[in-house]
């Protein structure tokens, strides 16, 4: 859908030394009391500040922006409809959700994030913009910004070694994981055999409609993880947002068993014990994947399934939102492959292990 576009003019200076950011508000009184915050945070610059998707648009056609602030109820056209044009548009420029919409469990704030937006944050009544509010977004924006390590070039896939593909797929995503994922599981056949298991940085509150997309999207059974679980073919497991997700063998196969013990990243759920417990159980038979996230989540786990003779394929930094968690691995050399989202996913349907 394209918008069409608007004549629209802004009174913010270039800044060639700070990300530029671009607020879209369909209030001005939001608009103004934002670009205060960010003005005074000092890190990023404001680029302009527009009432609604046409101006964004129109906004972009003649100006670079790193990042984007983005409402979802405005008129004419909504935030979320606007969001993958707005995406295109700046170029891949981070987006930011900051919206009222975006409660505890709320459905918008998945959607938001399975469209592209990196992150979301809740928009508080007018009379609340000060204070914690403004600290918030800068630490928001702070972190979607922060420096990672520069990529070579994505490491195709290698010769599969001895021994063919493997039993199980384990995928840990944090910031941007979401679209990512969304991406992967698209080129997955719902024919598909083997089980899924995710660790998606999320609250518990949002894990139900999360878990209901993954099924959409997987085209199979899709459930959030409980003690005991039974780990079956064709099926997706979610960690849930208050416990850690590890496997344990059992005399039918493999089960999940939940954890609440604190994890080395300060993460829960945690990407770590997921794969390390993975590694125990699985050998050379487990692939673990790693989609866009902040930190370093997952790269001792990784490490424990290259140990252990299995495979470890990362999301590419020029596809990720935040290249902290792919990157800490691609960089420490446990990563088998490099690839952006869609060719994991065409792997993962080929069954082929890549070669470490």
């Known amino acids: 859908m394209t918008f069409g576009s608007t004549k629209t003019s802004t009174r913010f200076v270039e800044s060639r030394d700070k990300p530029r950011i671009l607020i879209v508000d369909d209030s001005v009184v939001a608009r103004a009391v934002i670009a205060r915050a960010i003005d005074a945070g000092g890190r990023f610059a404001v680029a302009g500040a527009v009432p609604h998707a046409k101006a964004a648009l ?42 009222s919409s975006c409660g505890d469990g ?28 403004s600290a918030t977004l800068d630490e928001k924006l702070s972190r979607l910004f922060e420096t990672t390590p520069t990529s070579s070039a994505a490491m195709p896939l290698a010769t599969d ?8 797929v384990a995928i840990g995503a944090s910031t941007g994981g979401i679209h990512a994922l969304s991406q992967l599981l698209r080129e997955i056949p719902a024919s598909f055999p083997l089980p899924i298991l995710i660790t998606q940085h999320l609250p518990d509150s949002f894990m139900p409609y999360f878990a209901a997309q993954v099924a959409v999207l997987a085209g199979r059974p899709c459930e959030v993880a409980t003690d005991h679980m039974r780990i079956r073919p064709g099926r997706v497991i979610i960690a849930p947002g208050a416990a850690h997700i590890r496997v344990v063998g059992t005399s ?45 989540d997952g790269s001792e786990g990784a490490q424990r399934v290259i140990d252990r003779g299995g495979s470890v394929v990362v999301q ?41």
């Open 106 to 133: 709320a459905v918008a704030t998945i959607e938001a994030l399975s469209l592209g937006a990196a992150d979301t944050l809740v928009k508080p009544d007018i009379g609340d913009f000060a204070g914690r509010f």
């Open 161 to 168: 070694r001895a021994g063919g593909g493997f039993d199980i």
């Open 58 to 99: 129109a906004f972009l056609h003649g100006q670079r922006v790193d990042g984007i602030l983005l409402d979802i109820e405005m008129p004419g056209v909504d935030g979320l409809t606007a969001l993958p044009e707005l995406i295109a548009a700046s170029k891949g420029a981070k987006v930011l959700i900051v919206s």
């Open 316 to 356: 590419d930094q020029a596809s990720s939102v935040v290249w902290g968690m792919p990157g800490a691995i691609a960089t420490n050399g446990t990563a088998c492959a490099i690839m952006p989202p869609k060719e994991i996913g065409k792997m993962v349907a080929s069954r082929r292990r890549p070669g470490c």
């Open 252 to 296: 039918e196969g493999a089960a999940v068993r939940l954890s609440t013990e604190p994890s080395k990243s300060g993460c829960t759920p945690s990407v770590d014990p997921m794969f390390e417990s993975l590694a125990e159980v699985y050998g050379s038979r487990a692939l673990a994947i790693v989609l866009s996230g902040m930190g370093k």
